[in-house]
């Protein structure tokens, strides 16, 4: 027996740990979800167990209006969430990324929203979209505007959302490509000042496609992690106005824990996750983001 | 299809009382409690709790059971975060000193403890031992309440004459009835009606008269709108735990239904959607802005904040408004009843208890039962009524020191709010197995009504998905 040796032994015995966990915390409950998405199995109706329906819960998330209208909240919500933030994130790590006195400080700053936990900062936003009470409107009357149904008015909301978003994960964008822009070789840009290129050249001609792998990552962790949202939306709005600002994941919450309809819930989860699949796959593709070579030592 | 049982708030002949707690039992709590109001606070918490606790304890050795029967044990109570919890924290000391009984609290916050606790329970997990319920109707049906009549018939476990069902407000004890088997699955342990409150100072200057009609509350919301303070609060979330509360009392007001006595969906009867539409204009033109995200914690502040002029949610409010470290509206803050609608005498205003459970597969349920007993006993609701705890017993809204924390008009209000409601017509809707598809397609309806949506069609809609969902 080849395989049975000392360093295989301890090979093995270093991966159990993990491995159990991985099975435990995360196939286990996919496995569980995918086969809960084909029954009717409901906590309201325990003694039913788990009947199974096949594609039926599928077919009825696919036909409801309900389905489409979250599904597009969910792309609006993802699509500017996530570019604004890439915009922000990589201005503020140029900006950043030179040797002052003040750039580490800055920094430190500007990762706090990072720090703080999601819930306390949606609550902090909450009071401040307050329309009477809330800053936000405070400082808008102290400049002679009208205020504003922050919370209430169905695009007002969702750009709300979007504004909560953005200041809470920017400072994610912010810190991988502070982290790109480190490790970029310094040649291509001393060729570039010799041959006369001005900063905005550079930036557009060297910097921007030399972080491309790094700004690939970067947008394929918040998509995913954006298209997921919930605590922001939970919190500040519900869903509403209306059904207005309720995503695909809030569905499922509802379904799940407010309905207990846990097989048409986990339908819902697993299209989410096929979505997210499918997506990440052909952006990884099209950013070609595998074959990319970048920073040799 | 279910029935509705017209016994149902009747109680068994045997649980009748036939021996009250005497008058000297009560004169002396009270003494005990005047005695304690003049002492301070520690941490929240009262310090002469215990003290008067264990000066209460032999009106424990008056009831008839072993007290000890379950000694050495430890039960676990879960809830969320609650006044309930807070008021009768204080006296678990002598709980366990009179039991021998250990009681450990898991307290969450209200969205941590509504998600956890279906999955917990519906997992079959022993404990909480006992539990706040929210949703009775999906507890019962799915198996996770103990029924409780049993324990209450069982002499080695209660003393009924001891306990004085008599004393327990009507509503309180039919709240935990289940219609469909005429079973009792918890216990209320606090008492809560919709009621309006008024910032006196701001209708004296617009000379302006407490408003009786729903005609009335709609001009005067809408007249004392002004730019620097609403003209009512109201909740105006789109969620199922926030809009439909008051939404609620105004469709019953109306003499609409959410669910009626039959299972079926009914709030898009004509009198429900007149109802919808007042909710929608009045919030829309007497409220202010962005109260379509109102919650109840929104009307809170902003009423005891002086921002506005009215307010109609919960009774149990009156506690903080009547905090003057809290309130800035503690001494110009009137109480009245829920404003009647077209046709109607008086209104119907929404009502809730919360309640307490045992858990089906509790190890411990003996012991859970001496707690649930002890916690809703006389003397520790007189205890913790002192402390403000709106509780479901007659002698203890009736004290001197509950009108003292509470305020005396304020609970004079409550009560006359709480006798006028129609549990029934809460508990169709509210404990209906599938009350979560429900109430959100009545937060919807309500909250597009504010939205300035057509009624009529909004409301048909969300009907007819809530009428999908259960089907």
């Not at chain 2, 708030?9 to 000297?24: D, E, S, V, W, Y």
């Not at chain 2, 914690?297 to 002029?309: D, I, K, Q, V």
């Not at chain 2, 004290?399 to 304020?410: K, L, N, V």
Request: charged share 15%; hydrophobic share 45%; aromatic share 12%.
């Amino acid at each position: 027996m080849k395989f049975v040796n000392k360093k295989n032994i301890f090979i093995i015995l270093m991966l159990l740990p993990s491995t159990f966990l991985l099975l435990g915390l995360t196939i286990f409950p996919f496995v569980v979800g995918l086969i809960l998405g084909f029954t009717d199995f409901s906590l309201i109706r325990p003694q039913n167990g788990m009947r199974g329906v096949g594609f039926e819960n599928y077919i009825e998330i696919f036909t409801t209006e309900e389905f489409w209208i979250s599904f597009k909240t969910t792309l609006i919500f993802t699509f500017f969430a996530v570019t604004i933030q890439l915009i922000l994130g990589t201005l503020m790590a140029v900006l950043l990324h030179h040797n002052s006195k003040t750039a580490p400080i800055m920094r430190a700053l500007y990762l706090l929203p990072l720090a703080v936990t999601p819930v306390a900062a949606t609550f902090s936003f909450r009071m401040m979209f307050n329309p009477s009470l809330g800053v936000f409107n405070f400082f808008l009357e102290s400049s002679g505007f009208a205020p504003l149904a922050w919370l209430s008015k169905p695009d007002l909301a969702l750009i709300s959302l979007i504004i909560v978003d953005i200041w809470q994960w920017t400072p994610f964008i912010m810190l991988i490509v502070a982290g790109g822009l480190a490790s970029l070789p310094n040649e291509p840009f001393e060729s570039a000042k010799v041959d006369g290129a001005g900063d905005i050249q550079i930036f557009f001609h060297h910097t921007l496609p030399l972080l491309k792998p790094y700004l690939a990552l970067a947008v394929i962790f918040r998509i995913i992690d954006a298209f997921k949202t919930f605590d922001i939306i939970y919190v500040l709005t519900g869903g509403g106005p209306g059904i207005s600002t309720r995503t695909l994941n809030l569905m499922a919450y509802r379904y799940g824990m407010e309905y207990l309809e846990l097989g048409y819930a986990a339908s819902f989860a697993i299209i989410m996750l096929l979505i997210i699949i499918l997506f990440s796959q052909i952006f990884l593709r099209k950013t070609n983001i595998y074959s990319t070579k970048v920073a040799r030592l | 299809m279910k029935k509705k049982n017209n016994n149902k708030f009747m109680l068994p002949p045997n649980r009748q009382p036939f021996r009250k707690l005497t008058r000297r039992d009560f004169v002396q709590a009270s003494a005990i409690l005047a005695g304690a109001g003049v002492l301070s606070t520690f941490n929240g918490l009262p310090v002469f709790a215990k003290a008067n606790m264990d000066e209460l304890m032999p009106m424990f050795a008056k009831a008839n059971i072993d007290w000890k029967q379950a000694s050495g044990t430890e039960i676990v109570v879960g809830g969320l975060q609650h006044p309930w919890f807070e008021k009768h924290s204080p006296f678990l000391d002598s709980f366990t000193e009179l039991t021998g009984i250990t009681v450990k609290h898991e307290i969450q916050s209200d969205t941590e403890y509504v998600t956890e606790i279906p999955v917990k329970l519906g997992g079959g997990s022993t404990t909480p031992d006992v539990y706040m319920v929210w949703a009775l109707g999906q507890s019962v049906a799915a198996g996770w309440l103990e029924p409780l009549d049993g324990y209450y018939n069982d002499p080695n476990l209660t003393d009924l004459s001891w306990y004085d069902l008599g004393d327990v407000f009507n509503s309180a004890k039919a709240f935990p009835v289940w219609a469909a088997d005429n079973v009792t699955y918890g216990m209320s342990v606090t008492a809560e009606a919709e009621t309006l409150f008024t910032n006196k100072t701001m209708f004296d200057k617009a000379g302006l008269a407490i408003p009786k009609t729903m005609n009335e509350l709609y001009d005067a919301a809408v007249a004392l709108n002004t730019g620097d303070q609403a003209g009512i609060v109201l909740r105006g979330k789109a969620a199922g735990d926030a809009v439909t509360w008051p939404g609620g009392g105004f469709i019953f007001s109306y003499g609409g239904a959410i669910v009626d006595a039959n299972g079926e969906i009914a709030f898009d009867s004509q009198e429900a959607m007149e109802a919808i539409d007042m909710y929608g204009k009045i919030c829309r033109d007497g409220g202010p802005i962005g109260i379509g995200s109102y919650h109840w914690f929104e009307c809170l502040t902003e009423f005891m904040e002086g921002r506005s002029a009215m307010g109609l949610d919960s009774s149990n409010f009156a506690t903080d408004f009547a905090n003057p470290e809290k309130s800035k509206v503690a001494d110009t803050t009137v109480y009245g009843a829920m404003p009647s609608a077209p046709g109607q005498t008086s209104a119907k205003p929404n009502m809730w208890h919360w309640m307490i459970g045992m858990n089906a597969n509790s190890a411990q349920k003996k012991a859970a039962w001496l707690f649930m007993q002890w916690v809703t006993s006389p003397p520790t609701s007189l205890m913790t009524s002192s402390l403000g705890l709106a509780t479901t017993r007659k002698s203890a809204w009736s004290s001197g020191d509950f009108t003292d924390a509470f305020g005396s008009q304020a609970a004079e209000a409550s009560l006359s709010n709480l006798s006028n409601a129609d549990g029934d017509l809460f508990k169709y809707a509210w404990f209906h197995p599938e009350a979560g598809a429900i109430l959100d397609q009545v937060a919807i309806a309500l909250n597009s009504s504010i939205n300035g949506e057509n009624v009529e069609k909004v409301v048909k809609k969300a009907a007819d998905k809530a009428r999908k969902a259960i089907s």
